[in-house]
Each structure stands twice: as structure tokens, then as C-alpha cells.
């Protein structure tokens, strides 16, 4: 792959008006301006993303997630930019812009996903795969059904950002190529995703939307398996931002809620500094004594090596990227104290975070009210003749595809609108389906 056909500010549906200019160097931060003032983004601030939305305290969601994982992204992507340049002069054109396309891309990371966390991902697909959805098997098709049954908010993102909806302009978002590129982690349809992972990164609905992407940026196919693609260079740093950000911020989160005590969560994040960083920490913290002020400056600190590591390696291994041959994410590259540092947050993290009362709490009741909602939907849309259906499908925006001739495009316009879908929005409406609670009169 070449950086002069990788980095490009064609749009999306608006290929008809573009003109290649070298000294036109903000499409990629209006790429950023559409989606900070766009509506899915917006319903990120009322998306689970490890912990409960608040009570009194303000841990973080979707929205603060996505804004963070953007501000680091931009950082890496201005740190390998800052290097290229030196290397290519100015024989790229946008090659300083990297910071920009990685910083937008980060914000539409996970628009896709639905509501409470990850286990809203999982209802979805075990519905389809061991619940009552299991029926639409025969009338969807063995290809197409591995689409539900392994359900991925990231494909889902692209879709969103790509589709045509009902009544919406073609390109939906109408981003550039190169933004919207560095948002497909797993740049393969289902059929070819991983058995234990279950990642892909675009459903069958927009295999043909990412090949032409893929076919204009020049992405080529996957070395070892030319059914993928190789991942375009630009994804290992959104990887990157993304996993420095829900490893640290959940540690965070994890101390304000008290499931980490301070000396813990101290102890984590000082793995990741030498001796010599070490004790300047301690000289800082006999006057810094606040213990809040000491965890954030243990995490911005800790951003900033890893921000450093990553990009290096990104910049040492970037012949590999190119020729889609280097493995794994920046970070399982890491030197060896950053590594072992981070794979103790991740044993800590999954033994007394993501195991939490808390966090299995919610995703136990965001999975009972995903399922049931699917259930009604699904069941509206296959029989919109019925008179409750006839109720039921007035709930649901006109700019999802109820109507499809196929029975894979009306399921997928039900996933389109409850992936979109906020906790309480979805609670709410879970309560109105159930009977549970009635509008106030």
C-alpha cells in the first residue's frame, strides 16, 4: 500500500463533486465537525460503557469514552505524522493530516454499538443463535444469518455511517474515504471472521461499500488470506487509542466507585514508570496531596508513555504495515515493562472489574430487555398486517427500512433502530411493550 492513494478527502456520495487538492487540508476535520453535531453521537452521553450511568458519581459512558479515545488518537496520529513527514518531505500530500482522520475516526468508533455495553451486543447475537430468532434461519440464508448470530457493533458503525436510510442523502454521513477507512478494525465480512473472536468489520449490506472504498485507497488483500483485506495502516492506531483509553479510564472509574482501593490503583498504573520516574512521582505527590489530582496525573502520565511506545513501533514496523504482514495490535508490541504493566491492568481489570456486581448487573437487565424488544419488533415487522404490529411499527422512525422485500433487510432495519437506542430509551420502551408503565396522563 502507498500513503499517496491512502490518505485521500473524497467523500462518500459525493464522489461526483470532488477534485483532488493537495493544499486542501480541513476536510478531515469537518469529517470530525459532522459527527461531534450529529444525533447518534449525541446518544452516546446515554450509553453504558463499563459501569451504570451515574448516580452521584460520573464514571464514564460512550460519549466521554469517545472523546477521550479522540484526543489520544489525535495525539498518536500527530506524533507518526511528525515522523513520516521527516521521512517523505513533502511528497504525501495530507500526510500532517493523520492526526485529524485518526481523531475523527475515534469519535465514530462506537456509534454502532447498541445500548448497555457489550452485552447488548451479545442479546443480539445469541437471540439469533440460540433464542427465538433462530426460526428466521431457513427464510435469511446461511451466509447472511452468520451476520446476526455473531453481531458486531463495529460493522455496525460503518454501516451506520454509510447506509442510505430512508429519506437521507447517499454516503450517509458523506465522510471521507480515509476516515471511514480507519474505522473497520476487522476489515473481513462474517463468513470469514474468526471462530473465537467473532469479529468482523461490514455486514454483507456494505461489502460492496467497502470494496470501493478498499479499491480506491488501495488496501490490498490480506497476504494470508485474500479472502480479508489487509487492514488499512490507520486502524492500528485507532486500536491503539482505544485500548490505552478503556484500560486506564475503567481503573479510574474503578477507584472512584471504590472497588479499587488507592494504594491498588496507585500501584497499577507506577508499573508502567522506571525507577527514576518512580521517585520524581513521589517528590511530586509531597506536595500534590489531593488523591484524586494523584490518580489523574498516574494516568496522563501513563497516557503519555504509551502514546510514545506506539507510536514508535507504528513508525519501526510501518514496511510491515503497508505490506499487510505485521500481526496483532501496537499495544501486544509494547517494550517489555509497558507490556507486562498493561497485562497486569488487564488481569486486575478483568477479575474485579468487568466481574463486578455492578457491571453483571446491568448486563443482565440490559440483556433481558434487548431480547424482548427484539421479539416484538421482529415479529411487527414480519407480520405488519396484525393489528398490534400496526401499533407497535408506529413506534419506529420511518428512515429504517421496515418495508424491505427480504426478510434479512426487515430484521436488520429492527437492529438499526434498537442498536441506535439509548439505555433509558430502551428501558423505557421495554416498560411500555411489558405493561410495566403507562404515559402520564
Known amino acids: ?9 473524497k467523500r462518500l456520495g459525493m464522489e461526483h463533486y470532488h477534485s483532488e487538492r493537495a493544499d486542501d487540508r480541513t476536510e478531515f476535520q469537518r469529517d470530525y465537525d459532522r459527527l461531534i453535531f450529529s444525533a447518534p453521537f449525541r446518544r452516546l452521553q446515554n450509553k453504558t460503557q463499563v459501569f451504570p450511568l451515574p448516580g452521584s458519581i460520573f464514571v464514564h459512558n460512550r460519549l466521554t469514552h469517545s472523546l477521550e479515545v479522540a484526543c489520544v488518537g489525535r495525539s498518536l496520529g500527530d506524533n507518526v505524522s511528525r515522523k513520516l513527514k521527516t521521512k517523505y518531505k513533502d511528497s504525501v500530500p495530507f500526510i500532517d493530516e493523520i492526526g485529524s482522520i485518526v481523531s475523527a475516526a475515534c469519535l465514530a468508533h462506537d456509534l454502532g454499538n447498541p445500548p448497555f455495553g457489550h452485552s447488548g451486543e451479545n442479546a443480539i447475537s445469541t437471540y439469533f443463535s440460540e433464542g427465538k430468532g433462530l426460526a428466521l434461519k431457513e427464510k435469511v440464508g446461511d451466509e447472511l444469518w452468520i451476520d446476526f448470530t455473531k453481531f458486531e457493533g463495529n460493522a455496525n458503525a460503518f454501516r451506520l455511517l454509510t447506509h442510505q436510510f430512508n429519506g437521507r442523502r447517499e454516503g450517509g454521513f458523506a465522510l471521507t474515504y480515509s476516515t471511514l477507512a480507519s474505522i473497520v478494525k476487522y476489515p473481513y465480512l462474517s463468513n470469514f471472521a474468526d471462530p473465537k473472536k467473532s469479529k468482523f468489520g461490514f455486514f454483507h449490506s456494505e461489502e460492496e461499500t467497502y470494496s470501493k ?63 527514576e520516574k518512580r521517585q520524581k512521582t513521589q517528590e511530586i505527590f509531597s506536595v500534590v496531596t489531593d488523591i484524586n489530582e494523584q490518580i489523574a496525573y498516574l494516568r496522563s502520565s501513563v497516557v503519555g508513555i504509551l502514546v510514545r511506545e506506539c507510536a514508535q513501533i507504528f513508525v519501526d514496523k510501518e514496511e510491515e504495515i503497508l505490506a499487510g504482514q505485521f500481526t496483532g495490535s501496537l499495544i501486544k508490541h509494547l517494550p517489555e515493562r509497558s507490556a507486562k504493566a498493561y497485562q497486569h491492568c488487564s488481569d486486575v481489570a478483568f477479575k474485579k472489574i468487568y466481574c463486578a456486581t455492578e457491571v453483571l448487573d446491568i448486563e443482565l437487565a440490559g440483556y433481558k430487555i434487548i431480547l424482548t424488544l427484539l421479539d416484538e419488533l421482529i415479529q411487527a415487522v414480519l407480520a405488519p398486517q396484525k393489528s398490534y404490529s400496526k401499533q407497535l411499527l408506529r413506534r419506529i422512525p420511518l428512515q429504517y427500512e421496515t418495508k424491505s422485500d427480504t426478510t434479512y433487510g426487515k430484521v436488520q432495519s429492527v437492529l438499526d433502530y434498537i442498536s441506535g437506542m439509548t439505555d433509558v430509551y430502551a428501558l423505557d420502551l421495554y416498560r411500555k411493550i411489558t405493561g410495566m408503565s403507562l404515559p402520564s396522563l
Open 213 to 275: 472504498i478498499a479499491a480506491d485507497l488501495g488496501v490490498i488483500p490480506n497476504p494470508e488470506n485474500p479472502a480479508r483485506f489487509a487492514r488499512y495502516p490507520l486502524v492500528y492506531l485507532l486500536e491503539a487509542a482505544d485500548d490505552i483509553c478503556y484500560q486506564l479510564m475503567d481503573i479510574e472509574d474503578a477507584h472512584k466507585l471504590k472497588i479499587l482501593t488507592s494504594e491498588e490503583t496507585k500501584e497499577l498504573l507506577l508499573g508502567y514508570f522506571s525507577d
Open 1 to 9: 500500500m502507498e500513503w499517496s492513494s491512502l490518505l485521500t478527502n
